[in-house]
């Protein structure tokens, strides 16, 4: 059965603290890997796609790294407008076109 | 690009009346959309997936005869909660995926409240 699952489920961080957050998935043929960030009362708002191990892809401070079982978003020198729900799915041969979706992580970054 | 716009973001309606949500997506074609549902603290919940032209595809549990997909043109799909109950409140959000894409590109959510 494809799965996801994203740690931690909350992370606290001060300004300017680097760090990582993690999603694990377990599916029948990856046809790809996508973080969204979510603002509370919002919709997702699309960061990166990767397709295959090895892909890596940066935005500002964020970067989405990809292996064959789990994914990164690492986010370097945060600022309090990171903070926000990071979301990582993944769609699969068997899903069809259904996006598979982890629990995700509640970032707040304090300054 | 990829904008998907929902309407309304909010609406408050009487218990057995109807409610109808758009979703467009703005500068692109999409061939499939998505509703989804999610509940505070929860993650997106997908009720139906829904290609332009033919039947909406409802996740098991979702009544199709209750929330009605219409996927008219490749830039809009509805999505009509009938004869709704105060529990259908919840937050509704749509997404479209590019044709020739992967990825889903989501809309700003319909908050719906039901007295």
């Known amino acids: 059965e494809d799965q996801v699952t994203q740690s931690p489920e909350a992370l606290r961080l001060q300004e300017g603290e680097s760090s990582s957050l993690n999603c694990s998935y377990t599916v029948s043929g990856l046809r790809g890997l996508f973080w969204y960030r979510q603002d509370p009362g919002k919709g997702p708002e699309f960061l990166f796609t990767l397709y295959s191990a090895g892909e890596e892809k940066e935005k500002e401070r964020l970067k989405a790294t990809l292996t064959k079982k789990e994914s990164f978003l690492h986010i370097t020198a945060p600022k309090p407008e990171d903070s926000a729900t990071y979301l990582c799915a993944v769609r699969s041969n068997q899903a069809g076109t259904a996006l598979i979706f982890g629990k995700g992580t509640t970032l707040s970054v304090s300054s | 690009g990829a904008v998907v716009s929902q309407h309304p973001s909010r609406v408050i309606c009487k218990s057995g009346t109807s409610v109808k949500i758009e979703c467009r997506s703005l500068d692109f074609q999409a061939t499939t959309m998505f509703w989804y549902r999610q509940f505070p603290k929860q993650s997106l919940m997908l009720m139906a997936t829904?290609?332009?032209?033919?039947?909406?595809?409802?996740e098991q549990g979702v009544e199709k005869d209750k929330f009605l997909i219409n996927h008219a043109s490749l830039t809009l799909s509805t999505l009509t909660v009938t004869s709704a109950h105060p529990e259908d409140s919840s937050f509704y959000i749509c997404?479209?995926?590019?044709?020739?894409?992967?990825?889903?590109?989501f809309g700003p959510g319909t908050r719906l409240l039901v007295l």
């Open positions: 829904s290609n332009e032209g033919s039947k909406a595809t409802y």
């Open positions: 997404s479209a995926r590019k044709t020739g894409s992967e990825t889903q590109y």
